[in-house]
C-alpha cells in the first residue's frame, strides 16, 4: 500500500474495544506521546490488554475468513438500505461516495431538519442502534470534524446519522430499519422548530 | 464520530420525549420566541397566549435538538401554564433540570436554552405592549447571555469555515 503507518481499530471489525494495531514501515520515526515505566516495547508504556488483543485476533480471523463473501454480502445491505433512505425519506443527503469507493458496511446519511441526538434515541426505543455525527453526540459538543471537513454545513453534521452493516445482519433487518425510520424521522421533523416549508 | 455512550436519560426525560406536552405552532399565540440556532443543532421556538391580566393561558413549543433539548422546552411549557410572567420569569434552568428528574451535566445546555428562550418570549411581550415592570431586569440574566453566545459563536464558526472553503 505504500504508507509509512496505518492504524487498525478492533472494535471496527466487531472485536472488543480496548485493543488496537499501528503498522509502522520499517526505518520511520515515532516519538513517543505516552511516557511511563514498564515498558516492554519502546512506543506505549504499561500493560497489554491480553484479552482485548486475543479477542483482535479472533475477530481478525473470522473477518477474513469468508472474506469475498462477506464483502458482497455487507455491499448489497449497504447499498439496499441507502436506496431506500435516499428515495424513500424526503431531504436525505448521503455523505461519501456510493460504489466501489465506499466503505462496504458504512452508510452515513443527513437527514434535514431533524437532530441526530433525537433519532438516535428515537430508533434505539425501536430496536435500531446507531450512531451521529451531532455535536449533542459528542463529549466535547461539537459536530463531526469528518463530515465539517468534506464540505458538509453544521445542520448537515447535527442531522447525521451512520449505521453500520456486517456480516450479521440480514435483508430482515434492513426492511425493519426502513419500516421503523421514516416513521421516526418524520416524528422528529413534526417536533422540530426547522421545516422546509418556512425557509 | 464519537464513540456514542447511551445517555442516563431519566425517565421523565424519555416520556416527554416520547409524548412531549404542548408540541407545535400556536396559530393565535400573543408572543413567539426563539433560542438557539440550527447551526448550533440547538433551537427552541416557545409560543405563548398572554391574557390580560399578564398570566399565561397557553404555552407550546417546537424544539430542534436533543432529546434532553425537547424535554427540557416541554415539561417549562409545562412549569409556566397558569402562572404570571412575573412567577415565570422566575423559574431557572437548575428548575427545569429537577422538574425533569436531573439532567446530566452534559445537558445542562438544554435547560439553560429553554429558560433563555423563555425569558426573550417574556420581554418580547412587554415590547409588544411598551411596558416595562419593575421586576424586569434592564440585564440580561445568565440564562440568556447563554444563548447569545451559542448564537453568536457559531455564527463566527460559520464565517469562518466559509472563508477556508
Not at chain 2, 23 to 30: H, K, P, S
Amino acid at each position: 500500500m505504500g504508507v509509512d503507518m496505518l492504524t487498525l481499530s478492533s472494535h471496527k471489525i466487531l472485536g472488543p474495544k480496548g485493543a488496537g494495531a499501528l503498522y509502522v514501515r520499517e526505518g520511520v520515526k515515532v516519538e513517543k506521546i505516552v511516557y511511563g515505566p514498564l515498558s516492554t516495547q519502546q512506543h506505549w508504556p504499561g500493560v497489554e490488554n491480553v484479552p482485548a488483543i486475543y479477542g483482535f485476533y479472533k475477530a481478525a480471523e473470522a473477518a477474513l475468513s469468508r472474506f469475498d463473501e462477506n464483502i458482497s454480502h455487507m455491499r448489497r445491505l449497504r447499498d439496499s438500505l441507502i436506496k431506500g433512505i435516499l428515495e424513500g425519506i424526503p431531504y436525505t443527503k448521503l455523505n461519501g461516495p456510493e460504489g466501489d469507493r465506499r466503505a462496504p458496511d458504512n452508510v452515513n446519511v443527513s437527514f434535514l431538519y431533524v437532530e441526530g441526538e433525537a433519532l438516535t434515541v428515537d430508533l434505539s426505543l425501536n430496536g435500531v442502534y446507531v450512531s451521529s455525527g451531532s455535536a449533542c453526540t459528542s463529549r466535547i459538543l461539537e459536530p463531526s470534524h469528518v463530515l465539517l471537513a468534506i464540505g458538509r454545513e453544521y445542520e448537515e453534521a447535527h442531522g447525521s446519522i451512520l449505521f453500520k452493516v456486517s456480516r450479521f445482519h440480514t435483508p430482515e433487518d434492513i426492511d425493519y430499519t426502513l419500516k421503523v425510520l421514516p416513521k421516526s424521522v418524520d416524528r422528529l421533523r413534526r417536533i422540530s422548530s426547522i421545516k422546509p416549508e418556512r425557509r | 464520530m464519537s464513540t456514542r455512550v447511551p445517555l442516563p436519560y431519566s425517565k421523565k426525560v424519555i416520556e416527554l420525549f416520547r409524548n412531549p406536552k404542548n408540541l407545535g405552532a400556536m396559530e393565535d399565540a400573543t408572543v413567539k420566541a426563539t433560542a438557539g440556532s440550527p447551526a448550533c443543532g440547538d433551537m427552541i421556538t416557545f409560543y405563548l397566549k398572554i391574557r390580560d391580566d399578564e398570566t399565561i393561558e397557553k404555552a407550546t413549543f417546537e424544539s430542534y435538538g436533543c432529546a434532553a433539548n425537547i424535554a427540557a422546552a416541554s415539561i417549562t411549557t409545562e412549569m409556566i401554564k397558569g402562572k404570571s410572567l412575573k412567577e415565570a420569569w422566575k423559574i431557572s434552568w437548575k428548575d427545569v433540570s429537577e422538574d425533569l428528574g436531573g439532567l446530566p451535566s452534559i445537558k445542562f445546555h438544554c435547560g439553560i436554552l429553554a429558560v433563555g428562550a423563555l425569558r426573550r418570549a417574556i420581554r418580547a411581550y412587554y415590547e409588544k405592549v411598551g411596558r416595562k415592570p419593575e421586576w424586569l431586569p434592564e440585564d440580561l440574566t445568565m440564562e440568556e447571555k447563554q444563548a447569545l453566545e451559542e448564537e453568536r459563536m457559531l455564527e463566527i464558526m460559520e464565517r469562518r469555515a466559509k472563508a477556508l472553503k
